[in-house]
């Protein structure tokens, strides 16, 4: 059943107070539920409506008597209560049995602990309820449990008493003052340690901080909380907002779907966001903790205190979110070259995962129109395109006019659950601008993209840019879009002498400042002339600066240009990409090569002008490690494969191959010389410096162990064996694994060494899925593994997802055999965990892509999963819409 954005109505009742009672236990939890709720003036409906999932109903009274089976209605996972009466106290008992929810939303037992996941639509498994953003309320909860078995009874808000019950039984109450949706509503009981820590917020006030893990994890909190602390600082400073609580708490599990939830005051995490040392934690993990902690304590502002009318605005937190944790993380780093490398990243995810998703066939706009199933939108466009969008706003007002805007949204709608829209207006009015047009940002999908052309008139000495856009029609049912209108978009540009010096610009008609050398180009018309006057050479245009917008560019660069932009621009971002374009043209004309000569790289060249300039940028010491080693890696295979009209994944990865061979060839010596200079002795620190310069170092590493010579498996082996961090050791096995060198027994050592870290088992299945010549049989017989289990979802996406999504040319096997790999596990999955499981399904997203014989076997294994009777509707919209793509 789809749902309509349109279709929504105020609710009938709006719930006041509810009180909560949970007698804790793993087979048998009762729920006693008890709600005050009155009717909503702004509805005309008088029907209570509530949700309710595989809970079983034990008693339901109304104001005091209880209610037969005849006075309401039950369908479809709803409780109906006709004609209720203006005021209503409802009082609920449920029974559920934890143990057995592997689905993992709802209250469920996680290593012999209870814990809750309710957003987005989780609390309806636990209670009866109406479970919809829009419903506010304060909440009482009472928690009952065995207390050998689980010492510590953790919910939102304060602790108001806690005590023994005499029969080896214990109980906690807790209160949260704020009203809040009850997707935020959380619990844990559990036999869990902390750290813990007093800090004083800039008012002065006092707060109780605890990041709360399983006693072996102990010594892996420290990162956590020092996150947390900088968190709460940052938000203080970059926005005025402070912590609204007393006690704030971090808890981490071990089985979770996604990567943390930002219950109020409680917030829950994966692990794998959580625990962290030099020892098991790589530098990639630090920093994935820095911004997932920040990004859950963000919420407390926007998606807590200001929240989403309903799911269809999931973006207006989660965009939002993600584009503070992203600047929190930029900020950290402070440097203006550490902040480019962050962005960077952005822009590798977006063309690797949103991108690809934004053609495909659950293309959505940021702000969906329709779903089936709401978890299925959790998703890189509501998430990072969405993130994307609220930088865009930055863009165009200016950091202080963000900030105007953000204090008048919370100004107007704390406490308020509101829509997208909302924010755009608070955006648009504390600016004085007309943002109407950036609406399309929300309604439309796909990946706008803009062309550029140029002309020089050096008589009259101005330059002129044009530009154009297009947005090609979504053919997928979830963007249900045909013709597309002008995006607003901001295009930054920045014009270079042939001596590689950023030229001061005057835009005809602009208002920038004097002397400026980036100026930002508002796209809002189909085709638009941009004049920039006083031009005394024909410049080098540096377009799209800082990846202003999430467009594709096409622009008719010569390679000297991309050349010279590549040696030159002072946007590392744009520095960067000119370096990634040079790399494309090869990559697909590489790849045509060995596709015509069946999958052979007998014959195919690399010119020196490319090595060359790889090289400049591997020894310019002046540059920034970190960036060097994004300079230097190749675009990914996913994202060739998203530049070619048929893909072909075995050329694709021969050729890609071929150029990291080359490369690794000829430049032997600059690479081993960096990877010296490029050490960092001493104790381990995470820092963005020392993290940048591991990076570029295994990077090298990486390249000189493509076709390895004795010295150079000595050199891995070295490194696996001294190294003193994970992210050197782990690095070291991987660059084995990929060599096709003998990595048995170091696979074998680092198994034994971290057979107790589930984190570090994750890797290391990781790694084995994602090598190339790791083949699906391969996958299989790790599957056997002792270790290996499909109910956690981090290790079936160590081993499935890493095959499916990082290992392409195997996934892609001519024969099919990985295509029916994933229908069974898709299938065997749904029955467990369908939300882990529709995240599979979305693997086959772009089998439209593929040659005819990969199609007609990619087609069967997605027909094979539409055909099973029992499919949740997680997977069924997924298979659905990518069969009628
Ligand atoms: N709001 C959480 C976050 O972004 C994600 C929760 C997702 N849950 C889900 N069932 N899809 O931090
Ligand atoms: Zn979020």
Known sequence: KTIFRKDYTAPAYLVDTVELGFDLDPDRTVVANRITMRQNPASRGRDIVLHGEEIELVALRMNGKPLAPTEYHQDGGMLIIRKAPVKVVLEIETLCAPVQNTSLSGLYVSNGNFFTQCEAEGFRRITYFPDRPDVMAKYTVMLRADKAAYPVLLSNGNLIEEGDLGDGRHYAKWEDPFKKPSYLFALVAARLVCQEEKYTLKSGREVLLQVWVEEGNLDKTDYAMQSLKNSIRWDEQRFGLELDLDRFMIVAVGDFNMGAMENKGLNIFNTKFVLANPRVATDVDYAGIEAVVGHEYFHNWTGNRVTCRDWFQLSLKEGLTVFRDQEFSADMIGTDSGRAVTRIDQVRTLRQAQFPEDAGPMAHPVRPDSFVEINNFYTVTVYEKGAEVVRMYQTLVGRDGFRKGMDLYFKRHDGQAVECDDFRAAMADANGRDLRQFERWY??????????????????????IILSQRAPASSSASAGQADKLPFHIPVAVGLLSASGKDLPLTLEGGKHAKGATTVVLELTEQE??????????????????????????????????????????????????????????????????????????????????????????????????????????????????????????????????????????????????????????????????????????????????????????????????????????????????????????????????????????????????????????????????????????????????????????????????????????????????????????????????????????????????????????????????????
């Open 528 to 885: 638009q002339i941009f004049r920039f006057r006083h031009v005394d050479e024909r410049p080098t245009p540096s377009i799209l600066r800082d990846f202003s917008a999430p467009v594709i560019l096409e622009y008719d660069y010569t390679d000297d240009e991309l050349l010279h932009l590549f040696s030159h621009d002072s946007d590392p971002v744009n520095r960067w990409e000119a370096g990634q374009r040079l790399a494309m043209e090869r990559l697909l004309k590489l790849t045509a090569q060995v596709a015509l000569a069946d999958g052979s790289d007998a014959g195919l060249k690399l010119d020196a002008t490319f090595i060359n300039a790889q090289r400049a940028v591997l020894t310019d010491e002046t540059l920034d490690p970190a960036f060097r080693e994004l300079a230097l890696i190749l675009p990914s295979e996913i994202i060739i494969a998203e530049q070619m009209d048929v893909v072909d994944p075995q050329a694709i990865h021969v050729a890609r191959q071929f150029m990291r061979r080359t490369i690794g060839a000829a430049l032997k010596t600059e690479l081993l010389a960096q990877y010296y200079a490029n050490q960092t002795p001493g104790d381990y620190s995470p820092d963005a410096l020392s993290a940048g310069k591991r990076a570029l170092k295994n990077l090298c590493l990486s390249y000189l162990m493509v076709a390895p010579d004795m010295a150079e498996l000595k050199l891995a082996q070295q490194q696996f064996e001294k190294a003193g961090n994970m992210t050197d050791r782990s690095a070291a096995l991987v660059s084995m694994i990929h060599s096709g060198a003998e990595a048995g027994p170091y696979l074998k050592a680092f198994y034994q060494d971290f057979e107790n870290e589930a984190l570090v088992i994750d890797k290391w299945f990781a790694m084995q899925a994602a090598a190339p010549t790791t083949n699906v049989a391969a996958v299989r017989k790790l599957m056997q593994h002792p270790a290996f289990t499909l109910k956690n979802p981090n290790r079936a996406r160590s081993l499935i997802f890493s095959f499916i999504s990082a290992n392409p040319s195997q996934f892609h096997a001519a024969d099919g055999s990985a295509y029916e790999f994933w229908a069974e596990f898709v299938i065997k999955l749904d029955a467990i965990n369908p939300q882990v499981a529709a995240r599979l399904a979305r693997g086959m997203d772009r089998w439209r892509r593929y040659a005819p014989a990969l199609q007609a076997k990619m087609k069967r294994a997605l027909e094979k999963v539409a055909g099973r009777a029992k499919l949740s509707n997680d997977v069924l919209e997924v298979v659905t819409k990518a069969l009628a793509d």
């Open 443 to 464: 309604s439309q999908a796909g990946t706008p993209i803009v062309t550029a052309r140029t002309r020089y008139d050096a008589v009259k000495r101005n330059f002129d």
